[in-house]
């Protein structure tokens, strides 16, 4: 089966600019474009507003319209559009479990101020499968022309960023753009030295040689797998959202791994994810980690 390239889409700007982006990149990795849009029953006392079935018809005229201009804009698309009266959250989950990514809007109100991710977003991406990438209202094509790079969080071995890095590769291939890999690092608790990790260390010449080791291992499956990407190795001490957040502005694209954390309110995205996703100014797209 192939799985398609997925929009959530509610008839808002930013929802309208995700639906754009999807059909980009659908169209770059030669898919299908789904189209979904989850609502629900809302009464109103404004006249004709109470009735569930002008409800709908409102809802399905709009998506008709947003998607209208898609297949104007991209002919050779192949579309289909979902109409689903339920619950935003568990409509979206479900149509991301099927796709090859879900394209989402996300409110933005300046490059400083970045996203406002609402609760919706937010809850997908933390139970969602597959790939979710937050597109802000505003967002054109001319952002993705060549010189603007591909850019990818790495931490841990290689197994810990496995997901993030193959969307990444893949991403960068199809649109024949340049990656680069960021690895944080910073100096551990006293506690955290033992014989073991210190030979480690010395093994490898010090604390940054030995983090330059690890990303290029991580790296080294996906440089072979996909040898016309180029790739640019960056290796800074500092927190993982701030570095990465520093080259954001020469940025197409920004992938970032997640695990989500389970709390009596419900999943939570990990901190990097999160500030990640509220301050860079490009697209971010958020691979589920095993």
Known sequence: MTRPITAGVDGSEESLAALAWAAREAVRRDRPLRVVHAWRFQPHEAAGAADRDAQADWVRGATAEAVRTVTERHPELTVSVDVVEGHAVESLVAAAADAELLALGSRGQAAVVGFLLGSVGQQVIAEAARPVVLVRAGDRADA??????????????PEDSAAALRF??????????????????????VFAYSPGSMRLLDDAGGLE???KE?????????????????????????????VLLSVAARAQLMVVGR?????????????VAHGVLHHAPCPVAVTPQP
């Open 168 to 189: 990444a590769f893949e991403t960068a291939a199809a649109r024949g753009a340049a990656l680069r890999a960021v690895r944080a690092w910073t100096l551990p608790p």
């Open 144 to 157: 993705e022309a060549a010189g603007r790079e591909v850019v990818v969080g790495q931490q841990g071995g």
């Open 209 to 211: 040689p030995y983090e």
């Open 214 to 242: 690890a990303l290029a291992a991580a790296l080294a499956p996906w440089r072979e797998r996909f040898p016309g990407v180029p790739v640019t190795e960056h290796v800074e001490m500092g927190s993982a959202g701030q």
């Open 259 to 271: 695990r989500a954390h389970r709390t009596p309110v419900g999943a939570r995205i990990g901190s």
